[in-house]
């Protein structure tokens, strides 16, 4: 199943870009740019990586970000995750990032954006791997913040296709966000956000009432509310589940406990994604070895999982029916 599973064309729809940053080249940049990090080693820093709660990761998670400084850091990080994208498979990657983490240091809108953009076309040239970029909101930053970085990326817009919503969600509800969210879709954004992670069923029904979302990242908790469940499969929408991003940060207890299986039996449309990998322990294929040893899912649940990543993409249709192709011709050669 790991073969099967290491092959497997897929999509990663869930991803965080900061939260790509492994400790040696957090050390490496850091070095480069003459920034201190209190971590001695490589392996403290690692060691640093066990957490209680999404808060405690946000506090390591906008330590490390601060040692980016410069265009060619963020172009080196992303090049760093779209290789262990064409190691895993990945044919398709849909890549969040947090301009404010960055503007409130001082750093331009713009040398995050180039970095991370021109890292995507050079992979797309040399990998043959598509992208699209999500700029997210932090959520703890207030609404008229969020509308500043809209201002800011007005420049940009031809390179960013979907805005979304992260960083801490209890008391920061998608209500918050509201009349950000209606300008950006004014402007032809996509919306997206996280919601039903940390908080409750209430905030699922928000980001796709108020926000009007086009998908719902994580959303474990909708499996609380029958009519939610019920509202989000009459909708179409899919859900970006991330498993050892739950574990790390307890949203279930391990990953045996995991709801995946359940919310699939649902009838829910479930995608796999990795979340911040260099903190929870794993990439795409880490989480999908992860659910199949522990909720000993099926070639087909591995499949139906992959084909929802394609589905549920904003990739084009002519790139959708590409990968999709070659999901079928992949799955169908081990019926035969």
Not at 87 to 110: C, L
Request: hydrophobic share 40%.
């Amino acid at each position: 199943m790991e073969e099967f599973i290491q092959n497997m064309p897929k999509a990663e729809l869930h991803l965080h870009i900061e939260g790509t940053f492994e400790p040696e080249l957090m050390f490496e940049i850091a070095q480069r740019n003459q920034i201190s990090i209190p971590y001695a080693s490589v392996e403290e820093l690692k060691n640093a990586y066990k957490f209680s709660c999404l808060q405690d990761f946000l506090d390591i998670y906008y330590q490390g970000a601060q040692v980016l400084q410069h265009e060619k850091d963020f172009y080196d990080l992303t090049m760093a995750y779209l290789k262990k994208c064409k190691e895993q498979n990945i044919r398709h990657t849909e890549i969040m990032f947090d301009p404010q983490t960055h503007t409130e240091r001082g750093i331009p809108f713009e040398s995050v954006l180039t970095g991370i953009h021109n890292a995507c076309l050079d992979a797309q040239k040399e990998f043959g791997i598509s992208f699209v970029l999500i700029m997210s909101f932090l959520r703890h930053l207030s609404e008229e913040e969020a509308f500043k970085t809209l201002k800011q990326a007005e420049p940009f817009k031809d390179k960013i296709m979907a805005i979304g919503l992260d960083s801490s969600e209890k008391g920061n509800p998608p209500l918050k966000f509201v009349r950000v969210f209606q300008a950006a879709v004014e402007q032809g954004y996509i919306p997206l956000a996280h919601a039903g992670e940390e908080g409750d069923a209430d905030y699922i029904w928000q980001a796709i009432d108020l926000l009007q979302v086009h998908r719902i990242d994580h959303g474990n908790n909708c499996i609380t509310d029958r009519n939610l469940v019920e509202e989000i499969i009459e909708r179409d929408l899919a859900l970006t589940v991330c498993p050892l991003s739950n574990v790390a940060l307890k949203v279930v207890p391990n990953i045996d406990k995991h709801p995946l299986k359940i919310m699939m039996q649902l009838g829910l449309y479930l995608t796999i994604n990795s979340d911040d990998p260099a903190y929870f322990g794993g990439y795409i294929n880490e989480n999908f070895n992860a659910i199949q040893n522990s909720l000993d899912l099926s070639r087909w649940d591995l499949y139906t999982l992959a084909k929802n990543s394609f589905v549920y993409s904003l990739a084009s249709f002519d790139e959708k029916s590409k990968y999709l192709e070659e999901l079928d011709r992949y799955y169908e050669k081990y019926l035969d």
